[in-house]
């Protein structure tokens, strides 16, 4: 009897490179977080269908380097895994500290500084044999070096986690079928067989999950026949991209697999504005090989309404309930935020979100039809924005004398200027769906930014494309986030929500 329904995407929003975890009753997932902290987020749930956000991994400066490192480095493809009453999350800093792992006796607490090991390589695995030894299993996309990204494939070897070096050479272990990228490692051991999962042809609609079986967790490997196990490539699936797979067992007793994908909407399902979610799948087991059901879309979970009022917050109180679910660019929340009365306030530090280190805090977009709407105090220049990078975003910006609409597409700049009322109730930018037509087919959604005056009414200053904030345009390992920044002086935030869209 298998868990039905199940919510697709699992975990909406920017969550990709999922790994879970069961132990006992209780399941845990990681997903990567790049350039973003809080980072490397850890999810609790019971039925393996509602998942509540107890904790992240980088929780203070120095656990992953972000400092110079280019954007969509740093945190990529986590492994949590669980051995003798301890937590351990393996993981690349890519372009920074390099292969780490990060433990902890409570998911839900902190975590450690991050053992630093002399892997060169990306998406590290975990996994112990009956003596205790530990394999960490790899894809080797060498990050170091002069032969800095060559490619040796999946490899693995002994390691001592008091030390983090390698006990051993790195063996090179079976590498897919074929496919570019074979990446995203998993061990498991079931029954009297160990299996070997990963990932190939690349994370974009190439994408797939295949798998091979060993009687040691050393090989020989034997791939499975019907390889690969998992793949959208060549469907008209609304979930396109699935792979870098992990799998477990759900509280029925039986298997499932979780895996990153991507909602794709448009003409030949060409855009995903969300870039890659989690989502789950059922899983049976014949003649020893997984047999993995598609994807299907349910997107209960997209739904739920958020709204973080601030107006109760005291001078140099943080907030007790904070949400977890934001993010800032290269620090964390806490160290952009000051509590002020009724408030959190950003101050500006010269940069916009042009920068790869602008004053920001912000949220994943979680739904297609969103609008988030923030209630603030402009006193400089500051707003709101739909982010990808630095490269790609939107903003609404308020300055001492009017309200600026920017839409930066890597080298170009679009650029509106509005007189500003005398009051403002709010800002907010909304996606809607064009209902239709030529351009339903060509785009993804459409962007409106807005504002609301003194009396409730609505004004769109400018609707953009929003096909050009989709991982295929911008070519993004993260998605689509909204967020409040500050260039110059502050920016007070009195509320901030994310609803259904006014469209």
């Given at each position: 009897?298998?868990?039905?329904?199940?919510?697709?995407?699992l975990?909406?929003?920017?969550?990709?490179?999922p790994?879970?975890?069961?132990?006992?009753?209780?399941?845990?997932?990681?997903t990567?977080?790049f350039?973003y902290?809080?980072?490397?987020?850890?999810?609790?749930?019971?039925?393996?269908?509602?998942?509540?956000?107890?904790?992240?991994?980088a929780?203070?400066?120095g656990?992953?380097?972000?400092?110079?490192?280019?954007?969509?480095?740093?945190?990529w493809?986590?492994?949590?895994?669980?051995?003798?009453?301890?937590?351990?999350?393996?993981?690349?800093d890519?372009?920074?500290?390099?292969?780490?792992?990060?433990?902890?006796?409570?998911?839900?607490?902190?975590?450690?500084?991050?053992?630093?090991?002399?892997?060169d390589?990306?998406?590290p695995?975990?996994?112990?044999?009956?003596?205790?030894?530990?394999?960490?299993t790899?894809?080797?996309?060498l990050?170091?070096?002069?032969?800095?990204?060559?490619?040796?494939g999946?490899?693995?070897?002994?390691?001592?986690?008091?030390?983090?070096?390698?006990?051993?050479?790195?063996?090179?272990?079976?590498?897919?079928?074929?496919?570019?990228?074979?990446?995203?490692?998993h061990?498991?051991?079931?029954?009297?067989?160990?299996?070997?999962?990963?990932?190939e042809?690349?994370?974009?609609?190439?994408h797939?999950?295949?798998?091979?079986?060993s009687k040691s967790?050393?090989?020989?490997?034997?791939?499975?026949?019907?390889?690969?196990?998992?793949?959208a490539?060549?469907?008209?699936?609304?979930?396109?991209?699935?792979?870098?797979?992990?799998?477990?067992?759900?509280?029925?007793?039986?298997?499932?697999?979780?895996?990153?994908?991507?909602?794709?909407r448009?003409?030949?399902r060409?855009?995903?504005?969300?870039?890659?979610?989690?989502?789950?799948?059922?899983?049976?087991?014949?003649?020893?090989?997984?047999?993995?059901?598609?994807?299907?879309?349910?997107?209960t979970?997209?739904?739920?309404?958020?709204?973080?009022?601030?107006?109760?917050v005291?001078?140099?109180?943080?907030?007790?309930?904070?949400?977890?679910?934001?993010?800032?660019?290269?620090?964390?929340?806490?160290?952009?935020?000051?509590?002020v009365a009724?408030?959190?306030?950003?101050?500006?530090?010269?940069?916009?979100?042009?920068?790869?280190?602008?004053?920001f805090?912000?949220?994943r977009?979680?739904?297609?039809?969103?609008?988030?709407?923030?209630?603030?105090?402009?006193?400089?220049?500051g707003?709101l924005?739909?982010?990808?990078?630095?490269?790609?975003?939107?903003?609404?910006?308020?300055?001492?004398?009017?309200?600026?609409?920017?839409?930066r597409?890597?080298?170009?700049?679009?650029?509106s200027?509005?007189?500003?009322?005398?009051?403002?109730?709010?800002?907010?930018?909304?996606?809607?769906?064009?209902?239709?037509?030529?351009?339903?087919?060509?785009?993804?959604?459409?962007?409106?930014?807005?504002?609301?005056?003194?009396?409730?009414?609505?004004?769109?200053?400018?609707t953009?494309?929003?096909?050009y904030?989709?991982?295929?345009?911008?070519?993004?390992?993260?998605?689509?986030?909204?967020?409040?920044y500050?260039?110059?002086g502050?920016?007070?935030?009195?509320?901030?929500?994310?609803?259904?869209?006014?469209?």
């Amino acid at each position: 009897m298998t868990i039905s329904p199940m919510p697709n995407p699992l975990i909406p929003g920017f969550n990709p490179d999922p790994s879970v975890l069961r132990v006992g009753d209780d399941f845990y997932l990681a997903t990567s977080t790049f350039e973003y902290l809080p980072g490397v987020p850890i999810y609790h749930s019971r039925d393996l269908i509602n998942w509540t956000l107890i904790s992240h991994v980088a929780t203070r400066p120095g656990q992953f380097q972000l400092d110079g490192v280019p954007t969509g480095g740093s945190a990529w493809a986590p492994t949590i895994r669980h051995h003798d009453g301890l937590f351990y999350v393996a993981i690349t800093d890519a372009m920074g500290r390099g292969t780490l792992i990060f433990t902890a006796t409570d998911p839900a607490g902190e975590w450690s500084d991050g053992l630093v090991t002399n892997v060169d390589g990306i998406d590290p695995d975990l996994v112990w044999d009956e003596q205790g030894n530990c394999y960490i299993t790899f894809s080797g996309l060498l990050m170091t070096g002069p032969e800095f990204g060559k490619h040796l494939g999946i490899q693995q070897a002994r390691i001592d986690l008091t030390t983090g070096q390698l006990l051993e050479e790195p063996r090179s272990l079976w590498s897919g079928t074929g496919g570019m990228f074979p990446e995203a490692p998993h061990v498991y051991h079931i029954g009297d067989w160990w299996y070997l999962m990963i990932a190939e042809g690349g994370t974009e609609r190439g994408h797939s999950v295949s798998i091979a079986r060993s009687k040691s967790p050393e090989g020989p490997w034997e791939g499975c026949p019907a390889n690969p196990v998992l793949t959208a490539r060549g469907t008209a699936r609304p979930i396109q991209n699935t792979g870098h797979g992990d799998l477990v067992l759900g509280p029925d007793n039986e298997w499932y697999m979780v895996m990153l994908g991507m909602r794709t909407r448009g003409m030949t399902r060409a855009f995903s504005s969300h870039g890659r979610e989690t989502f789950i799948t059922s899983v049976n087991w014949v003649d020893g090989w997984p047999v993995v059901a598609p994807v299907e879309v349910d997107e209960t979970n997209s739904h739920f309404d958020f709204t973080a009022d601030f107006h109760k917050v005291k001078e140099g109180k943080f907030p007790a309930d904070f949400s977890k679910e934001f993010i800032s660019i290269r620090r964390t929340p806490a160290q952009v935020l000051t509590p002020v009365a009724g408030g959190l306030q950003l101050t500006g530090n010269g940069l916009g979100m042009d920068d790869p280190a602008p004053a920001f805090v912000g949220r994943r977009q979680r739904r297609f039809d969103s609008r988030v709407e923030v209630v603030a105090e402009v006193e400089g220049i500051g707003g709101l924005t739909l982010r990808y990078d630095e490269q790609s975003h939107y903003d609404i910006e308020v300055t001492p004398y009017d309200i600026v609409v920017r839409a930066r597409l890597y080298e170009m700049t679009k650029e509106s200027r509005h007189a500003k009322p005398e009051k403002l109730k709010s800002i907010f930018i909304q996606c809607v769906d064009p209902k239709g037509g030529w351009e339903a087919m060509a785009t993804s959604d459409l962007v409106q930014l807005g504002f609301v005056n003194e009396i409730g009414e609505s004004a769109i200053l400018a609707t953009f494309d929003g096909r050009y904030l989709s991982a295929e345009v911008t070519t993004s390992f993260t998605g689509r986030v909204y967020g409040v920044y500050c260039t110059q002086g502050s920016v007070t935030i009195r509320k901030f929500s994310e609803t259904t869209s006014n469209d």
